[in-house]
């Protein structure tokens, strides 16, 4: 964790941060820089022999090695670092900055190589190697343990090939004398608590200034409401599509009120048909099976014997898929959250589909949802409906929608939307 608290409500941090994965530089037992890179070998470095190897999984951020001018005759020519595959090639991506080796003499260095473009997730038979075209008398000494492992047993080895291609070979006895960073997901931002609404966060490895944004009721209202939904087709009916009201933007991960306003009328002939009002997951049709979960309520007409059905609750395609092709269905389907009746005339479980103008609200308070019709003015509570329900669910689409419309009428004259946007931070640009 690199967390600075500074005045001002400022706070620095990063978004990652480097961990070592393997470090022999410490190494504490015999070593030589008996293994030269030049002549008959011009490659070597570390080489993964095992796939539950330490190094498995991990990117590379940067590579520290020991090494020097072997013959002392001065070096020309750079030293490359690279991350070879099982078959010797380099792997796609990840880019370390040559060494010019002329900066090299008989005294041994540590010379750092950073990856700007960590990519790679190590692999078993990966190399992380180094590779200098010298000769016999232009060599470079790269230290190694002698005779005994430094590090992960025989996992990992020091590797080695002569020429410029070709799977590496390994001797799991020895290994290199060098250290390999990885990049750690670390986000300090997480970790603060008790911030003050305005708090600075400057993010040093990406450039990026956040501000902290406190938890904040949000209402969206339309008052003069989606308007038409359905109108009287006659008999051949038709199916309404995509009939979205408004997407939030983001997922609505909290606690919400939903209201609406509705006037539905199913008729007397022998037409069948339904309308819903929910919220929803995903962006889809009314009449689709793109919807994921639903929050709502609905009134149904079934036939010429105007036999009713009202449901409301939340629904998704969990409980019994071969019935939820639709967004109604799913809140039809009301042994998932929910109550389901079959009456002829009103219900105080769904959708009053008789003419009549009729407020509605949907709360959801923790894990409880709750189903209220108001009086006309909004002033009194006429009935109230409540079931266990979840959290979690992240609602982000209104939708009125209409299916099979045979004479049948709906529309929408109000509606609101009121919820808590949690606390965050806000990206506000780059230093």
Known sequence: ?????????????????????MNTLTF???????????????????????????????????????????TGNGLTGNLTCTIL????????????????????????????????????????DDSIALYFNGDATHLIGFERSDGADAFDGTKAGRAYRTGTSGALGVEDGEDQIM???????????????NIPAGTRFEETDTLTIYRWKPASTVEV??????????????????????????DFGSA?????????????????????????????TTDANYQGEGHDSVVGAVGHKH??????????????????SSDLDNAQDAIWEAADVGEYEDVAGPSEKGLNIVGTATNYEIERAGTTLTFKIYNSDWSSVNSTRTVTGAATTNYR?????????????????????????????????TA
């Open 397 to 429: 689409y209104v939708y009125f929608g209409g299916r099979h419309q045979g004479d049948m009428t709906a529309s929408n004259s109000y509606w609101k939307v009121s919820y808590t946007a949690p606390a965050e931070w806000v990206e506000k640009g």
């Open 28 to 70: 504490s037992g015999s070593t030589n820089f008996g293994t030269t890179i030049g002549d008959s070998y011009k490659t070597r470095g570390e080489k993964i022999n095992a796939a539950d190897c330490a190094l498995v999984g991990s990117t590379v951020t940067s590579v520290t090695v020991r090494i020097k001018d072997s």
């Open 221 to 246: 209202e339309d008052s003069d409401g989606y308007g038409t939904i359905a109108t009287n087709t006659g008999s051949g009916g038709s199916n309404t599509s995509n009939q979205k009201a408004h």
């Open 179 to 193: 250290k390999i960073n990885s990049q750690e997901a670390l986000d300090d931002k997480a970790a603060i608590s």
């Open 252 to 280: 609505i991960l909290g606690d919400f009120v939903f209201r609406w306003t509705l006037t539905a009328n199913m008729g007397n002939t022998g037409q069948n048909g339904s309308i819903g009002v929910f919220l929803s």
């Open 1 to 21: 964790m690199t967390i600075k608290y500074l005045s001002g409500e400022r706070i620095q941090g990063n978004k990652v941060d480097e961990t070592t994965i």
């Open 303 to 320: 036939n010429a014997s105007n036999s009713r059905g009202f449901a409301w609750g939340q629904g998704d395609n969990t409980h019994n």
């Open 85 to 124: 595959d099982s078959a010797g090639d380099a792997v796609s991506g990840d880019s370390f900055p040559a060494y010019n080796t002329a900066g090299l003499t008989g005294t041994e260095a540590d010379i750092t190589f950073i990856n700007s473009n960590p990519t790679r997730v190590l692999a078993d």
